[in-house]
């Protein structure tokens, strides 16, 4: 039975506890907090809770610690966790400074335990056929491909940390990772990236941005946006294979080849478990969490989100969010 001590219990920490609920071979033992908040999440739980990192992992029995505090206080959580010699998973971004997630990695090699950063995405079904086809070659090569994600300014969160540029790395950061992430995944470092970006008058950041990344001929562009809009969230792409035209609309994922049907995959998440957040119920959290609970079990890294993914993501976002 792994035994995992959460750190966090906000959004992120609820959504997992939730999801560990339904994994088999695991169970949240504990919690460290700090908030009335953290306190009362615990008691409703029926696990301690704990001040910190440190007591939580002195007093309790844990194998695995998760990481689910606000961004800015990631390296400081992750570099205790791995220290007191535990497997840690941390919630994206893992930071906001390519040097930070380096001796993030670092220290977890020093200590012979392994540091997984929940980068969502790649357990979604979408991302998996994506991934199938990319690898297959079943349609040809790529030509063309782009990713949208878009969404209302996350008012509930206006004057938290997630507003504040040094705490969240806004978009780029927050949102775009997402895209960005399986942008890297699949076509691999980047020779050349570009991007516009804009906001509206008094805005204190950029509410838009138009990415447009160069893998050799490939090109490959990505908008992501916070705007100021009760506009619904979009998370779409579409993809030009040398065969075939494969759209991802939101809703289904299709494959238009020429002369042929178009082909619907079956992305419907086998179980969905309800978020809390602002997430419809879904199996993305409990595939991934379930992925890095096996890999903890075997002391292995994921290989679906490896160290040099992870790092080379946040460089380029720190790239991104460096330019004037
Ligand atoms: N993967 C996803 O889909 C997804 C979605 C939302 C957020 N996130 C990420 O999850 C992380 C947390 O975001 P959230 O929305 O859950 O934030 P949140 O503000 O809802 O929760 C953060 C929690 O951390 C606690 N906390 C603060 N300081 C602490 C400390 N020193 N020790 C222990 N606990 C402390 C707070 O009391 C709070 O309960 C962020 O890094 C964010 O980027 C990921």
Known sequence: ?????????????????????????????????????????????????????????????????????????????????????????VEKPVALHKKDAEEMFSLAGEKGVQLYVAQVLQFTKEA????????????GPVLDASFERLTACPRWSKDGWLFDREKSGLLPFDLHIHDLDIIVSLFGRPDDISFTRCAGRGRSYHEQYRFQYRFGKLNVCAEAAWFHADFPFTARWRVYFENAVVVNDGTHVTAYPFDHEPRVFDTEDKIKIPTGINVPPTGWYFSELSHFIRCAEQGVPSPLVSRQQVITVIELLETISEAL
């Open 1 to 89: 039975m792994m035994r995992i001590g959460i750190v966090g219990a906000g959004g992120m920490g609820t959504v997992h506890r939730s999801n560990y609920a339904h994994i088999d071979g695991c169970q949240v033992a504990a919690v460290a907090g700090k908030s009335a908040a953290d306190w009362e999440r615990a008691k409703e739980w029926g696990v301690p809770m704990y001040d910190t990192i440190s007591e939580m992992v002195r007093s309790e029995s844990i194998d695995l610690v998760d990481i689910c505090t606000p961004t800015f206080l990631h390296k400081q959580h992750v570099m205790e966790s791995l220290e007191l010699g535990k497997h840690t998973i």
């Open 128 to 139: 998996e056929v994506l991934r199938g086809l990319v690898r297959s070659g079943e349609y």
